[in-house]
């Protein structure tokens, strides 16, 4: 599945945090904002993918004007594609157990 949610992004003193207000408990960080937007892509990904696996509820990604913003933060679009990263980690996990 293709999702895409809305993730806020915190300058912090040694990088970015990234909170995605729609999943509680998904936060990731990066050392600068690429690595921070690459993160966030992962931690979305693998986020839904174990909701999915789970058979969770997944909720519908709210509008960016719903969303709080606080000075100095930054609202981005983040979007995932959980069977993309479901190959990508079982490749991961293949290469580690048949070097």
């Known amino acids: 599945m293709k999702y895409a949610y ?3 992004l915190k300058p912090e003193e040694h990088g970015y945090s990234v909170a995605f207000p729609d999943l509680p408990g ?7 904002l690429s690595d921070a937007l690459h993160m966030a892509e992962d931690a979305l990904s693998g986020y839904l993918a174990r909701a ?3 058979r969770r509820a ?3 990604p709210s509008r960016p004007d719903a969303v709080q913003v606080a000075e100095g933060e930054r609202l981005t679009l983040v979007c995932a594609d959980t069977e ?3 190959r990508r980690n079982n490749d991961a996990r293949r290469s ?3 070097p």
Do not use: S
């Open 96 to 98: 580690l157990t048949n």
């Open 52 to 54: 999915e696996e789970m």
């Open 26 to 32: 998904c936060y990731t960080c990066g050392d600068d």
């Open 58 to 60: 997944i909720p519908a």
């Open 84 to 86: 993309a990263f479901r």
């Open 6 to 8: 809305y993730a806020i």
